[in-house]
């Protein structure tokens, strides 16, 4: 595996926080931070925030993204934004299957699927989220698990599609809970993903396409986790609202 053809991925997701004023604060604060990343650095806020993180962002190297999309261009579906709405304002990445839309919001692996093309299809980057439950973990079944989610939720994504797809590995039982994977764990279950890619895909794929690590990263553990061969950044909840903490975790991708 060549970890040096990737370019790692540090992503936020604000989750249900931070009003139209606190973005601009924050991006404003982040922005001199990060401004000599080398990783992408990316902030996926809540719909209603767009507007102030694109313009707090714009000339810097952060990009924005949002949360969640629909799968239909447009019709009766109140309350949902659709893939082409956000490239419409300037959106470039989307969040699709995260664990809390998958436990409080119903997602499925299939609804997750018709979300990630939707979005690549609308020329949005999908950090596709997978990751087992402690039930799951302790049935001895993450493996499997997170293969079938990963090839359901890419089922009709093309090869050279690839490259608006990012995997974000993130453990259920480390979201939001302070329970950080070990490196090892991280390593194991996105290694596992990238053999996944090489055989519904091949070799090639597999070797490109970003795999993050998410669940309770932060400034203390970012170091030892993206220093893994097959741990191409993170997907970070919490650690993302601080612009210091989120700055470190930055840092140590860029190494
Ligand atoms: C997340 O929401 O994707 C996440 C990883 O959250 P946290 O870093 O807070 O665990």
Redesign the pocket.
């Given at each position: 595996m060549n970890k040096a053809v990737r370019k790692a991925v540090i992503a936020g997701?604000w989750?249900m926080n931070k009003t139209p004023a606190e973005t601009t604060e924050i991006i404003n604060a982040m922005k001199p931070l990060v401004k000599d990343a080398d990783c992408s650095v990316v902030l996926c806020v809540p719909y209603v925030d767009i507007h102030a993180a694109l313009t707090a962002a714009e000339g810097s190297n952060i990009e924005i993204g949002a949360e969640n999309c629909h799968w239909e261009k447009s019709g009766a579906y109140t309350g949902e934004i659709s893939a082409d709405m956000l490239t419409a304002m300037g959106v470039k990445y989307v969040i699709t299957g995260?664990s809390e839309r998958r436990q409080y919001f119903g997602e499925t692996d299939i609804t997750v699927n018709k979300r990630t093309l939707a979005a690549v299809n609308a020329g949005l980057t999908a950090i596709v989220c997978v990751g087992e439950t402690l039930e799951q973990r302790e049935q001895g079944i993450t493996g499997e698990l997170v293969a079938m989610q990963t090839k359901i939720a890419l089922g009709g994504i093309s090869k050279e599609q690839l490259n608006k797809i990012i995997i974000a590995y993130?453990p259920v039982w480390?979201?939001?809970t302070g329970k950080t994977a070990t490196a090892d764990q991280a390593e194991e279950v996105c290694a596992v993903i990238r053999e996944t890619i090489a055989k519904v895909y091949d070799n090639e794929a597999a070797e490109a396409l970003t795999i993050q690590y998410?669940?309770?990263?932060n400034a203390a553990n970012a170091d030892e986790l993206v220093s893994k061969v097959n741990v191409d950044g993170g997907?970070?909840?919490?650690?993302s609202l601080k612009a210091e903490d989120f700055s470190i975790i930055v840092k140590a991708a860029s190494k």
């Open positions: 997701n989750k995260h993130e480390a979201i939001g998410g669940g309770s990263m997907l970070i909840g919490g650690a």
